[in-house]
């Protein structure tokens, strides 16, 4: 399992807590990192911060199948503050009557609530129902929190909200079928973004439908496609109807963990898609050392950018991200180590003026504590 009713490779190594408690299962997971993070160029900003979460998830056998509560949780409403931490290019948001820019917003304090089942139908079909007044629908990769490509980078892809903003929708209703190598599933999902008070519970509405497919054909891949139809919304995050498609690659072997996702908006009216491209990797040199990367187009709008009436409505950018870690310490439950992070972002010249160059910088440098690989009890 990956986030939501995502799937990941079999292969996929996820570092957790597991525990048995009678016929109960039990899985804790997560990250935390206390990070610096400064943005170079005009709109330069910095922050020491922490981004953070922690999944738990409880299942037993019911009702001849399988019953699961799940429950994400974040800190960072007060560990990055409600404005979020700096991100260059990041899609600007309503902030209390104003305008965020070149941030990137804090998840809310919860981002999970949800229950699944499953039923066996025969010896190679099951069916799955997925509910939660605040979850995932099937619509998307796995969230970057989830994919082991991303497991040491503290940053969100600047393709975010075009590949898995809805990771947090307050409102999911999925229904699936599945074998062993191919889920296919819809949602019924309320479309709009949390608001900008990260601590409470939105409005719960299914307002919006998806789709997904996904196969995994050997226990290194994972390919999935998806469209939906996010509804419009009106208020502080206003946005008229779209429709969102894509498809993702996740590839694991041993050590070494790649993803590559399109992600694309069709606004209402609109005569093109809004693309949006990103390939990640990290890799595992030893039990000490890993290095990861990432290599990102997103295509924005002005909107996007807060700058209306400034710039072209809609201009192609890049970034490179590079960053290593290196492990401090471990031992049977949890790890640690410290990591670097560098990102060369690359803007059409009608952006210099706004960011100083056409090349403006992003650095982190972080410490990172996480469960150790897969800890296993009861």
Known sequence: MGSGTAWLPDAARTPAYHASLGRWTLMVHGSVFLQYDRQLGTRADDQL???????VMAGRPAAGGAVQFRATVSAEPWTVTARGYPQVLQVAEPYRGGILTDRQHPHDLISELAVAYEYTVGSKVAGSLYAAPVGEPALGPVSYLHRPSAAYDPAAPLGHHTQDFTHTSYGVVTVGAFTRQVRVE???????????????????????????????????????????????????????????FGASVLHTRGAWSTAFVYGADLPTGAGHPLNTLLLESTLELDEVNAVYGRAEYVRRTAADLALVGSVSRELDIGAVSLGYERGLWRNGSVATGLGARGTLNLVPEELRLFYGSRTPVGLMAYLQVRPSLDRRKG
């Open 49 to 55: 911060g922490s981004v953070n979460w922690v999944m």
């Open 186 to 244: 819809a949602s019924a999902f309320n479309g709009a973004h949390p608001d900008d008070v990260r601590t409470n519970f939105d409005p719960v509405r299914l307002d919006s439908y998806s789709a997904r497919v996904t196969c995994n054909p050997a226990p290194q891949w994972s390919m999935a496609a998806w469209f939906g139809h996010v509804a419009a919304m009106g208020g502080s995050h206003a946005h008229g109807a779209l429709d969102r």
